[in-house]
C-alpha cells in the first residue's frame, strides 16, 4: 500500500467509526426522549436509599462530614455546607454526576468506599437532573 492509500484508508476509517458512533446515540436519545419523564419519588429517591442514605442522615459519617443530607428532596437539593450539588437540567456541571461517574478524587467518588453505582442507576440520576430535577 503507498502512503497515499493507507492515509485515505485511514480517514475512510476514521469516518466509518464516526458515523456508528452516531448512529450508536441517535436511537437511544430518541429513546430516551419516547419515555415518561422519571420520577424523584419513584425512580431516584429508591437509589439514594439504597446508596447513600445510611451515611447522609443526620448522623451518619456522609452527613457530619459534609452537611449532605440525601433522605429527602429537599435536603438532596440544598447540597452540601458549601452549596448545590444538582444544577437542574445541566448534569454535565452537577458536582454530584462527578462524583458517582467516579471523574473526582478518589477520596470523593460516592458511594465512599464502596463499589460504583451501575450505569443504569447512574443514568437514572443523570437523566432527571436533564429533566430539571423536579420533585416529581
Ligand atoms: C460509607 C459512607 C458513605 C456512603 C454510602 C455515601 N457517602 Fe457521600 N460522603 C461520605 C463522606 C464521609 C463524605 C465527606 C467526604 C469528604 O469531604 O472527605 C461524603 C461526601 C459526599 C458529597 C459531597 C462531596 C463534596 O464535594 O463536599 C456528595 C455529593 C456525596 N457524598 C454524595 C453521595 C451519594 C450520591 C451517595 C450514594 C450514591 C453517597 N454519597 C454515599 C460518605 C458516604
Not at 433522605?71 to 462527578?98: A, C, F, N
Request: glycine residues 10%; aromatic residues 6%.
Amino acid at each position: 500500500m503507498t502512503k497515499r492509500n493507507l492515509s485515505s484508508s485511514i480517514v475512510g476509517s476514521l469516518a466509518i467509526a464516526l458515523l456508528v458512533g452516531a448512529a450508536a446515540v441517535v436511537p437511544s436519545g430518541f429513546a430516551r426522549a419516547a419515555q415518561p419523564p422519571l420520577s424523584f419519588a419513584g425512580d431516584v429517591l429508591p437509589i439514594l436509599h439504597e446508596h447513600c442514605v445510611i451515611c447522609h442522615q443526620p448522623g451518619g459519617e456522609g452527613y457530619i462530614k459534609s452537611g449532605l443530607n440525601l433522605t429527602s428532596y429537599e435536603g438532596l437539593m440544598k447540597g452540601t455546607k458549601h452549596g448545590p450539588m444538582v444544577v437542574p437540567g445541566d448534569p454535565e456541571t452537577s458536582d454530584i454526576m462527578w462524583l458517582l461517574d467516579w471523574r473526582a478524587d478518589a477520596s470523593l467518588r460516592m458511594p465512599h468506599n464502596q463499589k460504583q453505582l451501575s450505569t443504569c442507576d447512574r443514568n437514572t440520576i443523570r437523566n432527571w437532573i436533564r429533566e430539571g430535577a423536579k420533585n416529581n
